[in-house]
C-alpha cells in the first residue's frame, strides 16, 4: 500500500470566543477531531456551507492556525510548520479572494521574489528563472510582473496566486475557494489550468468549495463536513447520485439543477445549531426527517458504509 | 439596559484606577525634593511637615500611591497652598462654573454640529454644502482664544451688548439673566472649534450612511427623502456621531482653560493655570483627577446612550 | 509622484494651502539672513506704535520690540515645535499602533487599555498636568503635546493595521516565510503610510494650535523668548489699546492652521482611494434623468416594459455604458429571469426601473420604463415614490446589509405599510404578523421584535421578502436574492418565492447568474453581456437550445451535478469594459464563430417566434429549432 501523501489525524481547533484581558471565555469547537487521508495524485473535494469548519481545516494544514488536537503527517513523516523551509515544499495555499491575497502596493515580481528569497536564498538570476518557469506554466505574461495587484482581472490575479504556490514545487496545495470571487466563464479557465497544472507537476489537491457542482467536477473523492464534522466521504460519482447521509443528500437536493422542479418539502428548512451550544447527539438531527431519539442524544462516529464510503449517521440510506 | 449600565460603572473603576496612576506618576517626575516641588513657594517649615505626614512622602512610591488615594476615597484631596483652604473645596466651586460653561457649548456645538453635517452631507456639492464646509474649515483654524478676544472687541468694547468678562456682575448680578448676558460669548467662543469638528464628522459619517443599501431599500420602500435623512441615515450615522460628540466634551473641557482664561470666568480652568504658575502641585494634582474622573463618567453616559440606539452593543 | 502632486492641486484650496505653507517654511528658513530688527530689543520710548508706520511695518508691542521680526521669528518657533511634536506622536503612536493592530490579541488589549488610559483623560488635564511637573518652558509644552497625542495617533493607526493584518496578503507573507518584523516593516508599514501622512498633516495644524495654547497660558516659551502664542498671551493685557499687538499673531495662527488644514484635506483625498474613484458621493433619491429622447409606446404594452433602456456611469472623463439599449417586457404574473455574469449591467437594469441606481454617478440617458404604458421615468418624485414598494417591490442581495440594522423587524416591515397607506398599530402589526407568516417564519409575532443581527441570513432574507410583499405589489425584483446564501437556504427562498408567485399572481422580474436557478423558477429568461441582452426567450427553450454562441459557451462553462469529473470548456478572456466597448459584436473577441463582418456597424436583436438573438451566425441547432 502506497504512503498517504497526507494523512491527518484527530485533528481538531477550538477558539476562545467572548475571553475578556482577565476573563476566561468559552471555547467554541470551529472542527470536532476529524481524520482524513488523501492519496499521492488525488484530489480530495471538501464541501460544506458556511460555518462548517472547512476553511480551519485549511488554514490548519498549512500552519496558518495552531491545531488544538491532532497530529499531521506528509508523505508519512510529521509535517513541521514552524520551519517554512521544509514544509513550503510540501504543502502550499491558494487563497479564496486572489486580489485581497496580493499586497497592493508591491508589483507582482516583488511578491513573487519574496518566498524565493526569504525561504531559499536564491540569487537574483535563479529567481527570474523560477518565476519565468512558473509564470509559463500558469500562462501568464512576463510583462504582469512589474505591475500592481490593482491592475489585474480576478481571473489573473488568481492565476498569479496559483502561480506562487508554484514557487516552491510543493507535493500538495491546499485550494480555498479558489473560484467562488470569479465568475463562471473565468471560474472554467481557472478550473481547467488547475487540472493541467496537476497532471504536468503530479500534485495532489485539497480542493475547498461550497459550490457542489464545481467540487464535483474536479475531485476524485469527497469530504461533507456539517457543524464542524466529516458527515461523509466516498468517491465523487458516488456521494452526491447516492448520499448515504441525510444531510449530503438534502445537499444534493438543494443544489439548483435545470429542469428538475423546486421542492415543496419542509423538512431540512431549520438552520445550522448555536455553536455556543451545541447540540448532544448529531448536529444535523434537528433538521432529519429521519432522527430518531437515539440521534439526539448519542453522536454517530464516522463509520463504514460497506462500499468504499463512509458516513457518520445511525440510520444512513 | 440595567445589567448594561451596571457593567459600564463597573468597568470604569479600573479606568479612573488608571487615571490616579497616571497623575501620580506624571507628578512623581517632578525633579528635586518632593516636598520642596509640592509646595514651592509655600515651603515653610511647618508645611514641609505637613506634607510630609499627609502624604508619607518619606514612604517609598506605592505606599505613598495608596496613602494618596485613601485620602481620596474619604474626601481628602489635601490642602491648597496658595489659597489655603481645602483643595476639593476649591474644585467643587471653580467645577460648577465650568461645568455651565461647557454644557452649554457642548449642547450649541452638538446641535449645531450635527445639524449642519447632515445638511451639508444632504445638499453635497450644493451651496449650502460648500458654504458650511468652508465654515468649518475657517472654525477649525482659528484658535478659541484668539477668537475670544476679538469678539470682547467686537461685542463688548465696541459694540457694548455684552459684558467683556467674568460670570456675574459685581454689583447687584446673580440672576439668571445676569449669567445669561455673561455666558454668550465665552461659551459661543467655545464651541466654535467643537461644532466646526463635529459637523465635519457628522457630514462624513451621514455620507458614509447614504451610500448603504439599505438606505436604497428604505427608498425601494417609497420612504420619503425626509424620514430617509433624519430618521434612517442619521439614526445610523448616530452610531458614529456619538463618541465624537463624547470626545468633544473633552475638548470643551481643555478649550475651557483658554476660554476661562480670556473672559476671566471663575472655574476649574484658570484655577489650574494660576495654580501651575503658583507652583501649587496639590491642587493641580486633585483637579486633574477629579475633571478627568467627571469626564468618565460622562463618557458612560455617552455609551449607554450608544448602546440604546444600537441594539448590537449590548455585552 | 506627479500624478499625486496633480490630484493634490487638482483641489484648488489645497493647492493654495500648500503655496502658502511653501512661502511660510521658506521665510522660516531665510529669517536668520533677513535684515529684521532684534525681535528681543526692548524700546520703551517706542511702545505700541501702530502697524504700518515708517521702518516699523507691523509695529511694535507693549515693550516697544519689533512685532514684524517677533512675528517671523514666533512664526519659526511655532512651525518647528508643532511639526516636531507631530512627528513625535507619530512616531510613538505608529509604533504602538501597528504592534497592536498586528499581532492582536492580548498584546492589543494591553496596550489599548493603556491608551484608553490615557483618552480617559480631557487632553488638555493631562497637558496640563506634564507642565505642571516638568516646569513651564517651552520643551516641556512640546513634549507635553506631543504625549497627549500619541494615544489619537495610536487609536487611529491601529485600527487600519488590524484591518490590514486580517488581510489575506499577510498571511501569504507568513507562508513565504517572512518574520513579523519583516511583515511589518515591508508588507503592513507601506499600507498604513497613507493614513500616517494623512494623519500627520491633519494634525500639524492642530499642534500649531496646541502649543501657542500652552504659550498663550504662559506654560510655553518663556520671555523675551517669541513664538505665536506667548505674543498672544502678552498682548492680552493691551487688549483694548492696542488691538494691533493681539491680531497680528492672531491672524498668523489662524493662516497657518489654515492652510496647513487645506493641506491635509487635500492630501487625504488624493490618497484615499475611496474618494478617487468618486464613491464617497452621496446618491440622489431618483437618478438622475437625462433624456433626449422618449421612445415611442408599444403597440401592445405589457405590464412591464423596458424600452431602449440606456444607463450610464459617468465617472470623471470615463463615460461606462452599464446598460445599453436594454428592451424588456414582463407580462402579469410571469417571472423572467436575467442572467449575466458580473459587469453585465443586470443589477444596474433592475435599478433603473424604479429610479434607484446611485446617482452620481449614474445617470439614465435615454429609453422609457413603462408600467402599464406609463412612462415611470418622466413621472414627478412624488408619483414614482407611490409606485416604489406598493406597485414594484425590490429584494436585494445581502439581507444583512440591506435591512436598517438599528430597527426592529416589525417596525421596518409596517412603516413599509405606512409610507402608502393610513392604518392603525394594531392594523399594521396584525399584517406585519401575517406576512411573517407567510414567508414561513417561526413564531411571527414573536420575531417582530427582533433586530436583523439576531437572525440567520435565510432568515432574514425571508423578513426581506415580506417587506417586499408588504402592500401587495403587482411586481418584484429580485435582484439575486440567494447568491449570499447557502445552498440548502437557497433552495428554501426560492421554492417560497415560486409559491408566492403562483399563489399572488406576482410578476417578478429575477436577477441571477445562475442557469440552474432560472431553470427552476422563470418562465422566460434574457441574457445580458456587456449592457446588451443578447439572447431572449421562454427559459426551457433557451437552456436547450441556445441561439447566441455566448449563451452556449456559458452554459457549457457551468458545471451540473450529477455530471461527474470532467473537464470543462471555458471562455478564453474577458467581457470588454463598458467605457471602451468595441464596434459590432460585444462578445467577437471571445467568439469562435465570429467572422470580420461581427466587427463592424451594430447588431439589433433580432426577434424570431417567442426568441430574440442579438448574432449573425447564431448557433445552428437553434434556427433549425426555429424553422
Known sequence: MTTPALEVRNLSKSFPVGRGLFRAGRLVRALMPTDLVVMPGETLGIVGESGCGKTTLARMLVGLLAPTTGTLEIGGKPLDTSDRRVSSQQIQYVFQD???????????????????????????????????????????????????????????????????????????????????????????????????????????????????????????????????????????????????????????????????????????????????????????????????????????????????????????? | MARYILFRLVSAIPVILGITVIVFLIMSLIPGDPAQAILGAYATPENVARINRDLGLDKPMVERYFIWLGNMLTGDFGRSFSLNRPVLDEILERFSATLVLASVSLLVCSLIGVAAGVVSAARQYGWADKTITFAVLIGISIPSFFLGMLMILLFAVKLRWLPVSGMFEIYGGRGPGDLLRHLVLPSVALAVVATGVVARLSRGAMLEVLRQDYIRTARAKGVGEGRVLWGHALRAAMVAILPILGLQAGFVLSGAVYIEVVFQWPGVGRMLVDAILKRDILLVQGAVTFVAGCYVLFNIVVDVAQAMIDPRIKA | MPVFLKLVFRNRLAGAGAIIIAALVLTCLLVPVLPLADPDQTDTAHRFIRPFSEGRLLGTDHLGRDLLSRLLWGTRLSLAVGAVAALLAATFGTLIGVTAGYFGGRVDAVLMRGVDMLMAFPYILLALAIVAALGPGLLNALIAVAAVNVPFFARNIRGIS???????????????????????????????????????????????????????????????????GSMLG??????????????????????????????????????????????????????????????????????????????????????????????????????????????????????????????????????????EGEDVLALPYAALRSLRGRRVAYVFQDPLSTLHPLYRVGDQLTEAMRVHDRITDQEARARAIELLDTVQIPNPAERLSAYPHELSGGMRQRVGIAMALANDPDLIIADEPTTALDVTVQAQI?????????????????????????????????????????????????????AHPYTRRLIDCVPELGGGKRALTAIPGLPPAVDSLPEGCAFAARCDRARDVCRTGTLDLAQTGGRAVRCLFPETTATEDRA
Request: proline share 8%.
Open chain 1, 98 to 317: 486572489p486580489i485581497s491575497s496580493l499586497n497592493p502596493r508591491k508589483t507582482i515580481r516583488q511578491t513573487m521574489e519574496t518566498p524565493l528569497r526569504v525561504l531559499f536564498g536564491m540569487d537574483a538570476a535563479a529567481r527570474a528563472a523560477r518565476i519565468a518557469e512558473v509564470f509559463d506554466a500558469v500562462s501568464l505574461r512576463p510583462e504582469f510582473l512589474d505591475r500592481y495587484p490593482h491592475e489585474f482581472s480576478g481571473g489573473q490575479a488568481q492565476r498569479i496566486g496559483i502561480a506562487r504556490a508554484l514557487l516552491a514545487k510543493p507535493d500538495i496545495i491546499v485550494l480555498d475557494e479558489p473560484v467562488s470571487a470569479l465568475d463562471v466563464s473565468v471560474q472554467a479557465q481557472v478550473l481547467n489550468l488547475l487540472a493541467a497544472l496537476k497532471e504536468e507537476f503530479g500534485l495532489t489537491y485539497l480542493f475547498i468549495s461550497h459550490d457542489l457542482a464545481v467540487v464535483e467536477a474536479v475531485s476524485d473523492r469527497i469530504a461533507v463536513l456539517y457543524f464542524g464534522s466529516v458527515v461523509e466521504v466516498g468517491p465523487a460519482a458516488a456521494v452526491f447520485a447516492r448520499p448515504h447521509h441525510p444531510y449530503t443528500r438534502l445537499l444534493a437536493d438543494s443544489a439548483p439543477v435545470v429542469g428538475r422542479p423546486l421542492a415543496r418539502r419542509a423538512d431540512g428548512a431549520g438552520e445550522l445549531p448555536d455553536p455556543l451550544d451545541p447540540p448532544a447527539g448529531c448536529a444535523f438531527a434537528r433538521r432529519c426527517p429521519k432522527a430518531r431519539e437515539r440521534c439526539r442524544s448519542d453522536a454517530p462516529p464516522l463509520a463504514t458504509m460497506g462500499d468504499d464510503r463512509l458516513a457518520a449517521c445511525h440510520f444512513p440510506d
Open chain 3, 162 to 228: 488590524a484591518g490590514l493584518a486580517a488581510r489575506e496578503f499577510i498571511d501569504a507573507a507568513r507562508l513565504a516565510g517572512e518574520g513579523h518584523l519583516r511583515i511589518i516593516l515591508t508588507e503592513l508599514l507601506p499600507n498604513v503610510l497613507p493614513t500616517i501622512i494623512v494623519a500627520v498633516s491633519t494634525t500639524i495644524g492642530w499642534m500649531v494650535l496646541e502649543t501657542a495654547g500652552l504659550s498663550f497660558l504662559g506654560l510655553g516659551s518663556q520671555p523675551p523668548q517669541a513664538d505665536l
Open chain 3, 234 to 371: 502678552e498682548a492680552r493685557p493691551a487688549l483694548i489699546t492696542a488691538p494691533h499687538t493681539l491680531v497680528v499673531p492672531g491672524l498668523a495662527i489662524f493662516v497657518i492652521v489654515m492652510s496647513i488644514n487645506l493641506l491635509g484635506d487635500g492630501l487625504r483625498d488624493a490618497l484615499d482611494p475611496r474618494l478617487r474613484s468618486g464613491a464617497l458621493a452621496r446618491p440622489s433619491p431618483v437618478t438622475l434623468i437625462e433624456r433626449a429622447e422618449v421612445p415611442a409606446a408599444r403597440a401592445a404594452p405589457g405590464f412591464l416594459d423596458l424600452d431602449a433602456l440606456d444607463t450610464r456611469f459617468r465617472v470623471g472623463r470615463r463615460l461606462y455604458k452599464a446598460v445599453n439599449g436594454v428592451s424588456l417586457s414582463i407580462a402579469r404574473g410571469e417571472c423572467l429571469g436575467l442572467i449575466g455574469e458580473s459587469g453585465s449591467g443586470k443589477s444596474v437594469t433592475a435599478l433603473s426601473i424604479m429610479g434607484l441606481v446611485a446617482s452620481p454617478p449614474g445617470v439614465i440617458t435615454g429609453g422609457a420604463v413603462r408600467l
Open chain 3, 494 to 546: 426560492l421554492a417560497l418565492l415560486d409559491q408566492l408567485r403562483r399563489d399572488r399572481g406576482l410578476s417578478i422580474l429575477f436577477i441571477t447568474h445562475d442557469f440552474g436557478v432560472v431553470g427552476q423558477l422563470c418562465d422566460r429568461v434574457a441574457v445580458m453581456y456587456a449592457g446588451r441582452i443578447v439572447e431572449e426567450g421562454p427559459t426551457a427553450a433557451v437552456l436547450a437550445a441556445p
